[in-house]
C-alpha cells in the first residue's frame, strides 16, 4: 500500500500545464503532428531483449529517446502491458517520460468507459497512477461516464468518435435522423461535453472525407489520429483532411510502422525507429499547409 | 517472464465447461440468479484491515466464502484494482475462486474494446492472466472488436447494450430508424455477432421495459442485469421483465449492497454479506415464475 501512496502524493502536488497546451508547445518545439504509439509486442523484440524481465521498459525507452525529437505526444496502448502483467513497467516508462521528457504529453490509450463511481477509479488509474496527461475514453455510456475524466482540469478525455478498423461502421455509421451517429458523437463533445476545453476525439486516418466532416464541426479540437503507417491511410490525404486554420491540431499516430521498423542492415532497432519517425513526422508536414 | 509463462501453461491446459453452461449450471445448483460484485473500496473496509498490503484479497476472499452458495457468478470490476496498482491481488482472487468454487463463473467486468490486434491482447489479459470466465465489452468499435474474445471457445463476451447511469441514453437512446440504438445492439449481437453461442448483454434494471424488450429480441441469451440494490432497481419488476421463459437467463448484479451492508450489531462484514445476499436471491426467486 505504500508505493501507491507515495505516488499519489507526489502526482497531487506536481505542478502540470494542462493537456491542449502541452500538446500545442510540444507541437510548435517540434515542428511535428506525428503521435509516436508505444505497442511493445515482445513477440517482436531484437534477440538480445528475449527473455529478459524488463525487456518491456528497455525496448520503449530506447524508442522514447530516439523518436522524443520528433513526436508531439507519446501514446501507450494499456492492453500489451496488461495481457503480460506487465503495469509495473508502464509504469516505469510513464515515470521516465514525465522525469526526461516533461513537455511531451503521454497519452493512455485505454479506452475506458463505464459509470461514474467506476470511471473515477480508471481517471486515477491513468491520471494519478500512471500520471499520464490524457486518456482516451469511450462514449456509448454516455456524458457521465467521461465526466470523471474532466474533475482533473488539467488533464484530457480523447473521446472515441470514428474509428478505422473494418467494425468501425457497425455503429458508427448508423444512420440518426439523416446523419451518421459518429458526426453526432462529435457534434455532441463539441457542443456539450468540451465545457473546459479539456475533449479530445478519435477519429481515423482511413477516411479522409470523414475527418474532414468531424473537423468542420468541432473546431480546433485536437484529433488523435491512429490508421497510417501499418494501417495504410494515406498522409496527404489524412493531413489536408484533419488540419485545422493553423495547420494543427492533430496527434497521427504510428504505432508498430515504427517500433518494428529494423529490416536488414547496420541500424539498430531504435535507429530504424528514428528514421521512420523522422521521415513520416517530415512527410506530415508537407501538407499542413 | 516466467511468472506469466507459468500462468499460460496452465491455463491453457485447463479444462473448461463452457460459460454459458457453466452459468446455467451454476444457477440451478444455487437456485440463483444473484452475481456478487467485487468492487473493493478500501474506504469502506472494516477497520481491522485499514492499511494492511492484502487487505482488498482478504476481503474479497470472505466476502466470496459468505455468499459463493447463493451466487450464480462473481463479477469483479477491474477498475478498482487498476487504479490501486493491485492486479496482483486480483489475480490472487480468480485464482481462489478457480481452485475454490471452480463451478461458479468469473465475469470480469472490464469493457473493453479496442481493434482486434489490441482486442486480442485484452483478451488474453481477462481469459489467460485471469483465467475469467467472461469479459464484459464495448460495442463501439464494431464486430471486429468483439470477436477475438470469441476465439476462446469456452469464454463469454457480454456486450454493453443499455446501461442504468444517467448518461446511457445518450447514445443508447439515439433514433435509428424509428428503433433506439440499443435495441439495434441487441439485434445485431444476437442474430450476427453470436456466432458461436458465447454472448451475452449488459442491460440495466431500471428501464424494465427496456430490458422486456431486449429479451424479446434475444431469446435465451444470457443478461447481465446492474442496477438493483444500492442503484435502486425494483427486484419483481427487474426478473419479471428479464426472465426467460424458464425462469433464469439473468445475472442479476448486485455489488455495494452486499459488499457494504454492515451497519450495527453484532454481525461481522461478511455475514451481514451473506445475509443480503440470502434476501436478494430469495427476493429475485420469489418472481422468477
Known amino acids: 500500500m505504500t508505493r501507491y501512496n507515495v505516488a499519489i502524493a507526489f502526482s497531487q502536488t506536481e505542478p502540470r500545464v494542462n493537456f491542449i497546451d502541452k500538446l500545442a508547445a510540444a507541437t510548435s518545439r517540434h515542428d511535428s503532428l506525428l503521435c509516436v504509439g508505444l505497442d511493445p509486442d515482445a513477440a517482436k ?6 527473455g529478459k524481465s524488463d525487456a518491456i521498459f528497455t525496448f520503449c525507452k530506447a524508442i522514447i529517446d530516439a523518436t522524443a525529437g520528433l513526436a508531439c505526444a507519446f501514446k501507450p496502448q494499456i492492453a500489451y502491458f496488461a495481457a503480460l502483467a506487465a503495469e509495473d513497467q508502464l509504469q516505469s516508462i510513464c515515470d521516465y517520460l514525465r522525469q526526461t521528457y516533461p513537455h511531451i504529453p503521454i497519452v493512455l490509450d485505454a479506452k475506458r468507459g463505464d459509470i461514474g463511481a467506476t470511471a473515477e477509479q480508471y481517471a486515477r488509474e491513468a491520471f494519478e497512477r500512471y500520471g499520464a496527461d490524457a486518456v482516451t475514453v469511450n462514449p456509448y455510456m454516455g456524458f457521465d461516464s467521461v465526466a470523471p ?8 478525455a480523447i473521446v472515441l468518435c470514428r474509428t478505422s478498423n473494418p467494425g468501425g461502421s457497425d455503429l458508427q455509421f ?3 435522423d439523416g446523419v451518421p451517429l459518429y458526426q453526432h458523437v ?9 465545457r473546459n476545453g479539456q475533449c479530445g476525439l478519435v477519429v481515423g486516418a482511413t477516411f479522409p472525407q470523414e475527418l474532414a466532416a468531424v473537423r468542420n464541426i468541432v473546431g480546433d479540437m485536437p484529433l488523435l489520429v491512429p ?6 491511410g494515406d498522409i496527404q490525404a489524412t493531413v489536408r483532411a484533419g488540419r485545422t486554420a493553423s495547420g494543427g491540431g492533430m496527434m497521427i499516430n504510428s504505432s508498430r510502422a515504427i517500433l518494428y521498423a529494423k529490416t536488414m542492415g547496420e541500424e539498430n532497432y531504435a535507429q530504424a525507429a528514428q528514421r521512420v519517425a523522422r521521415e513520416t513526422r517530415d512527410a506530415i508536414n508537407l501538407y499542413r499547409g
Open 227 to 232: 490508421g497510417i503507417g501499418a494501417q495504410g
Open 45 to 50: 523484440f531484437p534477440a538480445g531483449l528475449q
Open 186 to 194: 462529435a457534434r455532441m463533445v463539441a457542443e456539450k461535453w468540451n
Open 174 to 176: 448508423m444512420n440518426v
Open 149 to 156: 475524466y474532466m474533475e482533473w482540469k488539467d488533464r484530457g
